[in-house]
């Protein structure tokens, strides 16, 4: 396989990726920015930080990970391109829910919750 496409092929997949964790979380993040920015500018800018880190995470794990592979085969090298996509969101959702969590606090519990 040709390495430009290969390596278009890698990109993609962390794209991919990271693209169904922003449909997934941005809306319910943008809310709850909202309610703990001072501000809708401070909010639109964490979020969009937010949304940059879960891009640029994944995809420079992928791209770093080519330098380890060189001599793979090319599905076994979209393989690992998905398992780094898949470490850079769960480093860079750790990173964002760390930082979030500073923030947020926990809903006092009632008498009859477990």
Request: some cysteine.
């Amino acid at each position: 396989m040709n390495p430009v496409v290969l390596l278009g092929a890698q990109a993609l997949v962390s794209l991919a990726a990271s693209a169904a964790v922003l449909a997934a979380l941005s809306r319910p993040l943008a809310h709850t920015l909202e309610i703990t920015c001072p501000d809708r500018a401070a909010a639109d800018f964490w979020l969009r930080y937010a949304q940059t880190m879960l891009v640029i995470a994944p995809l420079v794990l992928v791209l770093a990970m080519e330098f380890v592979t060189p001599a793979w085969p090319p599905q076994d090298k979209l393989r690992f391109a998905l398992l780094a996509s898949l470490g850079g969101l769960l480093l860079a959702l750790r990173a964002v829910g760390k930082r979030m969590g500073q923030f947020v606090s926990a809903a006092p519990m009632s008498k009859g919750a477990v």
